[in-house]
Nanobody
Framework: QVQMEESGGGSVQGGGSLRLSCAIS????????LGWFRQAPGKEREGVAT???????RYLDSVKGRFTISRDNAKSTLYLQMNSLKPEDTAMYYC????????????????WGQGTQVTVSS
């Protein structure tokens, strides 16, 4: 059974940093594309950053230069380093995985965690 569990969310002031982690179990992590997604109240879920099996990354335009996605296959863990946080980054953040996903569209991803809340105050 595939399991994904996020951690590292919290409340921070604008300009601050957080590092999200996603612990993954139940499958060979190295063979999957992984991603971070977020959903704010009243808004659709959107792709924030993804990383494929060979390490190629994609980012939502609004987070480029501020967020960095990385993966440690040996530890079966996905990370999202978030710097220069803004109030508009406030959302529930989810990690996800899929064997065939190529981009930022949530519909491409089959396996999901339960989410971790990130709140950025101005």
């Amino acid at each position: 059974q595939v399991q994904m569990e996020e951690s590292g969310g919290g409340s921070v002031q604008g300009g601050g940093s957080l590092r999200l982690s996603c612990a993954i179990s139940g499958y060979l992590v190295s063979s999957y594309s992984l991603g971070w997604f977020r959903q704010a109240p009243g808004k659709e879920r959107e792709g924030v950053a993804t990383i494929d099996r060979v390490g190629r990354t994609r980012y939502l335009d609004s987070v480029k230069g501020r967020f960095t996605i990385s993966r440690d296959n040996a530890k079966s863990t996905l990370y999202l380093q978030m710097n220069s946080l803004k109030p508009e980054d406030t959302a529930m953040y989810y990690c996800a995985a899929d064997k065939f996903a190529l981009g930022l569209a949530p519909r491409e991803y089959k396996y999901w965690g339960q989410g971790t809340q990130v709140t950025v105050s101005s």
